[in-house]
Nanobody, 126 residues
């Protein structure tokens, strides 16, 4: 069975760092793209970053470019999202998701994803 389990969320002050992890099981990272989405209260779910592990292609939403880094650890079948210089507007529940495809092209659209993790809360205080 496919499972995605997020960890690493928490409370951090503005300017601080967190690293989220998405442990995948039931499939191989090399075969499917993985994305991190986030959803703040009252807002739509937003794609933050995507990766295809087989070639290292990545996507970042403009608001996190230069601050967040997505990378995969194929040996552990885990995708990480390193978040630096965090801002209060980064506060949200962060979800990892498995794409039905193996490309970052169009990865912002939630309709491409067939499995989602349970989410992990990230709170950035000012």
């Amino acid at each position: 069975d496919v499972q995605l389990v997020e960890s690493g969320g928490g409370l951090v002050q503005a300017g601080g760092s967190l690293t989220l992890s998405c442990a995948a099981s039931g499939f191989t990272l090399d075969d499917y793209a993985i994305a991190w989405f986030r959803q703040a209260p009252g807002q739509e779910r937003e794609a933050v970053s995507c990766i295809t592990s087989f070639d290292g292609s990545t996507y970042y939403v403009n608001s996190v470019k230069g601050r967040f880094t997505i990378f995969s650890d194929n040996a552990k079948n885990t995708v990480h999202l390193q978040m630096n210089s965090l801002k209060p507007e980064d506060t949200a529940v962060y979800y990892c998701a498995k794409d039905k495809r193996n490309t970052v092209f169009g990865c912002v659209w939630p309709t491409w994803y067939d499995f989602w993790g349970q989410g992990t809360q990230v709170t950035v205080s000012s």
